[in-house]
C-alpha cells in the first residue's frame, strides 16, 4: 500500500473538483464529487506506477495561512 499526499481545488468556472499529487506531473484528474475524484486519482496514480517509481520535482509541505492588512 503507497500513500501519497493529495491536494483538491474547485474550478470557479466548471464548479468541479481538481485533484492533484504536489510535485508529480502527470498525477492530476477531476470529477464532480470526492468519492469520484479519489477513485480517478487512485486510477491515474496506479497507471503511473506501472511505469516504474515517481521522479517526484517536489515535496508538499502543508498549507499556511497568512494575514494581510
Do not use: C, K
Not at 466548471?14 to 475524484?37: K, R
Amino acid at each position: 500500500m503507497r500513500t501519497f499526499q493529495m491536494v483538491v481545488e474547485r474550478d470557479h468556472e466548471t464548479g468541479l473538483l481538481i485533484g492533484y499529487v504536489p510535485g508529480w506531473p502527470g498525477a492530476h484528474t477531476q470529477a464532480a464529487s470526492n468519492n469520484e475524484l479519489e477513485e480517478n486519482l487512485r486510477e491515474v496514480i496506479g497507471m503511473l506506477l506501472e511505469d516504474g517509481e515517481p521522479q517526484l520535482e517536489s515535496e508538499f509541505v502543508g498549507v499556511r495561512t497568512i494575514q494581510v492588512a
